[in-house]
């Protein structure tokens, strides 16, 4: 499996960005897909997951509310859709897929992942 993210870039604070993660390769029937983002300086962060199937999700606290995770099934393409940014949601965010619908805050338990994109929001 191969995952290519894209839609970074610098905003300000308050402003919207939509993440995108297309997958190509041999996926399974049940799988799940994941954000997840680091800061300058610290560790990798779970952002959002989203199992495949049936498009359910679950957040992070730091960005529920705010950030939303959809995909186009026939495309194999995720979203991250990152409303109300603020200064603190400046990261590389990378997304990550799983051989497991199920969510999990542990970056190891994802099998594959991508190249990251850079999002900089300024205050």
């Known amino acids: 499996v191969q995952l290519q993210a894209s839609g970074g870039g610098l905003v300000q604070a308050g402003a919207s960005l939509r993440l995108s993660c297309t997958a190509s390769?041999?996926?399974?029937?049940?799988?799940?897909m994941g954000w997840f983002r680091q800061a300058p300086g610290k560790e990798r962060e779970f952002v959002g997951h989203?199992?495949?199937?049936?498009?359910?999700?679950y957040y992070s606290d730091s960005v529920k509310g705010r950030f939303t995770i959809s995909r186009d099934n026939a495309k194999k393409i995720m979203y991250l859709q990152m409303n109300s940014l603020k200064p603190e949601d400046t990261a590389v965010y990378y997304c990550?897929?799983?051989?497991?619908?199920?969510?999990?805050?542990?970056?190891?338990?994802?099998?594959?992942w991508g190249q990251g994109t850079l999002v900089t929001v300024s205050s």
């Open positions: 989203i199992r495949w199937s049936d498009g359910s999700t």
């Open positions: 390769g041999r996926t399974s029937s049940r799988y799940g």
């Open positions: 990550a897929f799983r051989y497991d619908s199920r969510w999990d805050r542990t970056d190891s338990e994802y099998n594959y």
